[in-house]
C-alpha cells in the first residue's frame, strides 16, 4: 500500500531526495498555516480510555473525549501514541490499523505528512505477544553492553516491522534512593555502568532504525525521600557529575535522535520550563540537533502540579520556550489553546516554528516525506513479535544477570535430594516481569486475553530438573496474612534443602511493590515475606534465598543464616529458565550488582558513590556499609589476579607514582587466570580513587570494565587505556577540571574488594575540559596459552 500523496508530489522540493533534510524542511515550513504547524507538535493516544487504570500519572484528569477522527486529523498529526500498547492487538491485525490511520492521516492533510508512531519499549517492545526482556536493572547486572545491544536491535526491528518510528528508551536516569519505585527501570547506580550500558541499547535500536528517546532529562532520580514525580534537592555539582555523563555518552556515541524531559523540579525550577537544561545545556553546549519530546502530561503539570504556569497557553509558552517541540501523549496544551496564543500575540510563532523544523527533520531523516514510504510492508502476514531469536537473546541475558551474593558451598543444588520451594515468588510468571513490560502495564486489565506469550515460573523450570521438588507458597508478596507459613516451615523441615524465592510485584501507581509510582517507605521485604524467611532459617534446613525483584532489599544479620543468596532483578519471561539453571549449575553465575544491597532497612539509603563523609566513621552511630557492595557477585569457579602494571611507563625512582600528564592517557594491565574446574565468566572492574581534590569525590568510582569469559586453566591481560578526562570533576570554578596530583587506579572485584592498586600523579596544569572530552575507557583482552590449574 503506497501513500496517497497529492498529484504534483513529485515536484514538490520537501519531497526531493537529493536535498537535505533540513533544506526539505526549510522548503515546507513557511506553505503551512498556524493550524498545520502546530497539528505537527501533537500527539494523539487515540487508544487512551477516561478511567482510572491509566498508565501514565493523572492519566483519567488529563485524557477527556477527543474530537472526531476527522477533526483531529484535519490539518495533520504530528504523533501516535502507543496503537500497539494501550489494549491487546494481534501483530497483524494491528499493523493493518495502524496502517489504515496512517493513510487517513496522508489523506486529510494538504501536505500528506504521516504521523511519527511511538511505543515504550524498555523491556522489550510493550505490545500484546512481543518478546519480554529482562528489565534495565538486570541489563546493569550483566555487564555486558554487547548483548544488551542485541537486544535493542531485536527489539527495533520488531517495532519498525509493525510501522513504529520511536521508542521511548533506554531510561538513563542513575538511581540514587532505592526506595524510589523506578528504580528497577534505571541501569544501575553508577554513571559510567548506566552511560556504557544505556549507549549500546541506543546504538542498537537506532541500527534497526527506530528513534532512540533518552530518558528523563534531568535529575529525576534524585527526589527527595524517593518519592515519583517529587522535588529534587542537587546541585550543580551532582548533576554534573553523576547525573548528565549517560545522557552524554549515548548521544555522542549512541546517536540518539530524541530525549525526553523530567517530570522533576530541581531547586524550584521544573525541568519542562527550565531554558537553561533544555536549550542552554542539551543543545547550545552539547549541540543535540534531535527532537525533545515532553513526558506524558508534562506541559500540563506546569499549571497543574508544579504551578509556575496560569493556564494551558502559559504552560505550552514555557515548555515551548525551554525547548520541548512536541506535547505527549494527546493533543492538550498545544492544541486550540497555543493557537489563539499565538493568535493574540501571546507566544511568538518562532517559537512554533522552530520546534516545527525539528519534527520535520526528524520524519524526513525516517522517510515519512519520501515518494517511496508505505504504510504497510508486503510480508505484514508472517510479523511475529516473539520468535526463536528474541527469546534466545532473553535467556542468555537473564542467565548473565543472576547475581551470586553469597554461597557456602550449598551451589549448585546437591543431585537428587529431596529440595523445598517455598516462598510467593516461586510459582508466579509476573514475578519475572518489570512494570513496563506489556503484561505487567497494560495486560493486567485485559486478563481475558492472557500474557501473550509464555512465561514459565521458578517452580515450572525447577520441576523439569529435580524430581523430588515439593511446593509451598507461605505468603502472598503482600498483605499481612501469615497463614500459610506453617505449611511453607513443613515442607521446609523435611527437605535436604529449601529454596526461598521471595520478592516483588511490579505494577502502576500503587498497583504493585516496584515500579512507577510505587515508592517504598523502607527497604523491608513487602508483606509478611521476612517472616516467612525468617521462619524457614529457624528450620536448620540449609536455606537458598533467591531474590526476585525490582530494588535492593535489605539483608541484614537475620539473613546471615541463609546457606546462599541469589538476586534476581526482573529477569523477563524466561527468567524462570535461567534460575533454575544456575541454581541446578546448568549455567555458572556471572552477574554483578549494578546497586548495593544494603543492611539497614530504616538507615539513610545511600549508593556507593559517597565521599568518605558518606562512609563508616565515628561521628554517627549509623552504618551505611552495604550488606553486599556495588559490583559483587560469586562465581562456581575461582579466579586468580596476578601482575598489576602501568604499561610503557617510564621507570619512576624508589615508590614514586607513575607520571600521568593531564591531557594523556595511561594504560593499565591486570592478569586473570581461571584456577577453577569449570568454566567461568570474571568481572573485571577498574575504579578511581582520588585522595585529594578540590571538591570532595566519592571513595571510589567505576571508569572501566571487562567481561572475562575463561576455561579452566585459561588466563588473560585485561588492558585498560585510560583518558585523564575521565579523572575530571566539577571544581572550585564551578567549571570540569583534571586536576594534577596523587590518584590510584584500583581492580577491584567489586567496589569494595580491591584486587590490586596502582599509584599515579597527574602532571601538568589544572585543565579546564568541556563537552567534547573524552569519556571512555578502552578495553583490550588477550588471551594467554592456558596455565596449570591448582591443585
Known amino acids: 500500500m503506497s501513500s496517497q500523496l497529492p498529484a504534483d508530489s513529485g515536484a514538490v522540493p520537501w519531497r526531493d531526495q537529493r536535498l537535505s533534510p533540513t533544506e526539505r524542511a526549510e522548503a515546507l515550513l513557511p506553505k503551512m498555516t498556524l493550524e498545520e504547524k502546530i497539528a505537527q507538535l501533537v500527539g494523539v493516544w487515540v487508544g487512551a480510555e477516561a478511567t482510572g487504570e491509566g498508565v501514565a500519572p493523572h492519566h483519567s484528569d488529563m485524557i477527556s473525549e477527543l474530537p472526531p477522527w476527522s477533526t483531529v486529523i484535519q490539518h495533520g498529526l504530528g504523533q501516535l501514541t502507543r496503537p500497539f500498547g494501550t489494549a491487546p492487538v494481534d501483530p497483524v491485525l494491528g499493523a493493518r490499523s495502524l496502517a489504515a490511520s496512517q493513510a487517513q492521516i496522508v489523506a486529510a492533510s494538504r501536505f500528506g505528512i504521516p504521523a511519527q508512531v511511538h511505543e515504550e519499549c524498555l523491556t522489550g517492545f510493550a505490545a500484546w505477544r512481543a518478546t519480554v526482556y529482562p528489565t534495565p536493572l538486570s541489563w546493569g547486572a550483566s555487564f555486558d553492553p554487547e548483548l544488551v545491544e542485541v537486544m535493542a536491535d531485536r527489539i527495533g526491528r520488531s517495532m519498525r516491522a509493525a510501522g513504529v518510528h520511536q521508542g521511548l528508551a533506554p531510561v538513563l536516569d542513575v538511581t540514587r534512593d532505592y526506595r524510589w519505585g523506578r528504580t528497577e527501570e534505571t541501569i544501575g547506580e553508577d554513571p559510567y555502568l548506566v552511560g556504557t550500558t544505556g549507549t549500546a541499547y541506543v546504538r542498537g535500536l537506532e541500527r534497526a532504525g527506530v528513534v532512540a528517546t533518552l530518558k528523563h532529562f534531568a535529575g529525576y532520580s534524585a527526589s527527595r525521600g524517593g518519592r515519583n514525580l517529587a522535588p529534587v534537592s542537587m546541585g550543580p555539582r551532582e548533576l554534573a557529575d553523576v547525573i548528565l555523563p549517560p545522557f552524554e555518552m549515548a548521544l555522542r556515541y549512541g546517536g540518539a535522535r530524541s530525549v525526553m524531559n523530567s517530570y522533576a523540579e530541581i531547586d524550584g525550577l521544573p525541568v519542562a520550563a527550565d531554558h537553561g537544561v533544555l536549550t542552554g545545556l542539551l543543545r547550545d553546549e552539547w549541540g543535540f540537533t534531535g527532537t525533545l519530546v515532553a513526558d506524558y502530561f508534562a506541559v500540563r503539570f506546569l499549571e497543574t502540579l508544579h504551578g509556575v504556569a496560569e493556564g494551558a497557553a502559559d504552560a505550552a509558552r514555557l515548555a515551548l520556550r525551554a525547548g520541548i517541540d512536541v506535547e505527549l501523549p494527546t493533543v492538550d496544551t498545544f492544541g486550540e489553546p497555543l493557537v489563539e496564543a499565538v493568535r493574540s500575540g501571546e507566544v511568538d510563532e518562532a517559537l512554533i516554528d522552530r520546534a516545527l523544523r525539528r519534527v520535520l527533520i526528524q520524519k524526513i531523516e525516517i522517510g515519512l516525506l519520501d515518494e517511496g514510504w508505505r504504510e504497510l510492508p508486503d510480508d505484514v502476514a508472517s510479523l511475529r513479535f516473539d520468535d526463536e531469536a528474541s527469546q534466545d537473546v532473553a535467556v542468555r541475558l537473564a542467565r548473565e544477570s543472576v547475581v551470586l551474593l553469597r554461597n557456602t558451598g550449598i551451589l549448585p543444588l546437591p543431585a537428587g535430594g529431596r529440595l523445598a520451594l517455598v516462598g510467593p515468588a516461586a510459582d508466579d510468571p509476573m514475578a519475572m516481569l518489570g512494570c513496563y513490560s506489556f503484561p505487567n502495564h497494560v495486560g493486567i486489565h485485559h486478563s481475558e486475553f492472557g500474557l501473550g506469550v509464555d512465561i514459565p515460573s521458578l517452580r515450572d523450570e525447577l520441576a523439569r530438573r529435580v524430581p523430588l521438588l515439593t511446593h509451598e507458597p507461605g505468603c502472598a508478596i503482600t498483605g499481612e496474612d501469615s497463614s500459610g507459613i506453617p505449611a511453607a516451615v513443613a515442607a521446609a523441615a523435611v527437605a535436604d534443602v529449601c529454596v526461598v524465592a521471595v520478592g516483588d510485584r511490579a505494577g502502576m501507581f500503587g498497583r504493585g511493590t516496584s515500579g512507577e509510582g510505587c515508592d517504598a517507605a523502607d527497604l523491608r521485604l513487602p508483606g509478611v515475606q521476612a517472616d516467612l524467611v525468617r521462619a524457614i532459617l529457624a528450620t536448620g534446613t540449609p536455606v537458598v534465598l533467591v531474590l526476585m525483584t525490582g530494588r535492593p ?220 572530552r573524552e569519556l571512555l575507557t578502552s578495553v583490550r583482552v588477550e588471551t594467554l596459552v592456558a596455565v596449570a590449574q591448582s591443585a
Not at 575461582?638 to 602494571?645: N, Q, V
Not at 594504560?667 to 568481572?683: C, D, F, L, S
Not at 584486587?755 to 599515579?760: E, G, N, R, S, V
Open 553 to 772: 532489599y535489605a539483608l541484614g544479620p537475620e539473613f546471615d543464616g541463609a546457606a546462599a543468596v541469589v538476586q534476581a532483578f526482573f529477569l523477563g519471561q524466561r527468567g524462570g529458565q535461567a534460575l533454575a539453571e544456575v541454581l541446578t549449575g546448568a549455567v555458572n553465575p556471572s552477574g554483578r550488582l549494578p546497586v548495593s544491597v544494603p543492611r539497614d532497612v530504616g538507615g539513610l539509603p545511600s549508593t556507593y558513590l559517597a565521599p568518605p563523609l558518606g562512609h563508616r566513621n565515628k561521628v554517627s552511630s549509623i552504618d551505611p556499609t552495604p550488606a553486599y557492595p556495588f559490583g559483587h557477585g560469586l562465581s562456581y569457579t575461582t579466579f586468580e589476579w596476578s601482575d598489576p602494571t602501568v604499561v610503557d611507563s617510564a621507570s619512576t625512582a624508589g615508590n614514586e607514582p607513575t607520571a600521568w600528564p593531564v591531557d594523556g592517557e595511561v594504560r593499565v594491565r591486570i592478569t586473570v587466570a581461571n584456577t577453577g574446574e569449570r568454566a567461568g565468566t570474571e568481572v573485571v572492574q577498574l575504579y578511581l580513587h582520588d585522595p585529594v581534590a578540590q571538591a570532595t569525590r566519592p571513595v571510589v568510582r567505576l571508569i572501566g570494565y571487562a567481561r572475562l569469559p575463561l576455561a579452566p586453566g585459561e588466563a588473560a591481560h585485561v588492558t585498560f587505556g585510560v583518558p585523564a578526562d575521565v579523572t575530571s570533576f566539577i571544581g572550585r570554578s564551578g567549571r570540569r577540571i583534571v586536576e594534577p596530583g596523587r590518584v590510584e587506579l584500583r581492580f577491584g572485584r567489586s567496589s569494595g574488594e580491591v584486587a590490586a592498586t596502582l599509584p599515579l600523579r597527574l602532571v601538568g596544569a589544572e585543565r579546564p575540559l568541556g563537552y567534547e
